[in-house]
């Protein structure tokens, strides 16, 4: 018998594995154009990207071949960025290419060290500043000759409290000098001068994740959003451990996603997050959150950054995920929430409890987002945010007289009239100032908070803390954020009979048995998601 020469074979395996990778971005590619009216996967180019790897047709080429292994379907071209103006030429043969390639494409504009230095942020700028505001006017016009559809980068704001600053808002609050200065500077340095150098265009303003501070640094998420065409929301998350990045759940990206989506309403588009501070599974418990939050695209920041780093490792497990996330987008698109009012206010400050709704958001609790506190709500959490309401207390009341279990901060109830938090119906949280410190509490510490808020929705939730619940129109949505397998049980008042829909990541596992109207997960295991349809 002749024997196979060991070059040959070796050649062999490596064409069959290159066609198979090729199949598989094809299919990707392919499948992503299908779904991209349900859900778009977008990155950006920053303008460093592209002086460093668009301002060559070769390099034009690997980002594309890039984007279509990934699922990419729509390329944000960046022309402004930390002082540094991408130049024409290159901006337009990329957009040109990216077309001809069949990718939708968009522009940006990062507003960062644009000119005179705010006195808070690094990089940010004094907006009262008039040759500041002119920089900002010419940077969008020479963007909007370029693109129909432009969106701002999170540092459209300032907190500078410089001389001329202090003079001009006279005796306004600071927060209520920055909104309206922002509020100005946009209409009139961004939307009035693009649209009048191209009428088409259409500008979006992304909001960051820090949203317990949106007013204090000029961020008027009411106004803003009822000026600009359409909002998109930061829902990076990161590792909680991380030194430099971390110190924000997971929850916070669907929370804040959420909320947003209640101000904005179809002008919410997509969500937005990085790599930075993040390892494979906390990179893709983003994308989850963002998808469970009813975001009509995600957008992977950012081309450079992905491709160093953890970069790599988080995009090659990401693309494993981005069938199973069309899946969940499916599920939950349009679907109503059923669960916890959560009000926040807009504008309304949170004193010692910053991000708490996304703490009380891991223990279990399937919050319902809004942005108003009301009455006919089945059962409510309310922290220190509610004050904003001047009906607070009335509507307090109310609630908790018609039986309406009521979870408060122990900052909100130092706030109220004692007669109003001794009812039944109210409990308070102990919070402390710390909502981080809402981590710690066991399962057994968790059960009467959850069975007394759940109980005006029919039914019963045990798990360990870090294990978030989500209803959505005729889904139960289980995600486990702990590092080992967990047990939990579902019970509803009725007769359910569920079926398993989906289950990220791929090789997650999520054993459960359904006997009349109680689910009981025998486990599921560590940083996994299941999506059970009833």
Known sequence: MKRANPATCLAAIICISCVTSSARAESLWDLAHQSKDLLRISTLFTAQDVRGHL???????????????????????ESFRDGYMAERPALEHARARFRAAGFDVSGCVTPTKIGKDSTGWTSIACYTDEPTQKHVQEIFEYTASMFDEIMIDDFW???????????????KSWPQYHCDLMTRVSRERVLKPANAVNPNVKIIIKYPQWYDQFHNRGYEVVQETADFDRIWVGTETRDYADKRWGGDVQYKGYYLMRWLGVVGGAKCGGGWFDPFGTHQATYVEQARQTVLADAKEMLLFCYGALLQGTGPANVEKLRTEITGLFSLAKLVRNQPLRGIAAPKPPNSDAFNEQYVYDFVGMLGLPLVPTNEVRTDVKAAFLPVHALKDPQLRDKLGTMVSAGTPVLITDGLAAKLPPALTDNKNLLVLKVSGKPNSLLDLTREQLRPIRDKLLAPLGIRFDAPNKVALYLIGNCVIVENFNDEAVTATLEFKQPVKATKSLVLPVDGQADFSCTAGKIEFTKITARTLVALTY
Not at 59 to 75: F, L, N, P, R, S
Not at 159 to 168: I, L, P, V
């Open 55 to 77: 301002s060559t047709d070769r390099g034009i080429d690997e980002a594309i071949d890039w984007c279509q292994k990934t699922g990419v379907t729509h390329a944000f071209i």
């Open 157 to 171: 704001f300032t907190d500078c409290q410089c001389g001329e600053c202090q003079k001009a808002r006279g005796d």
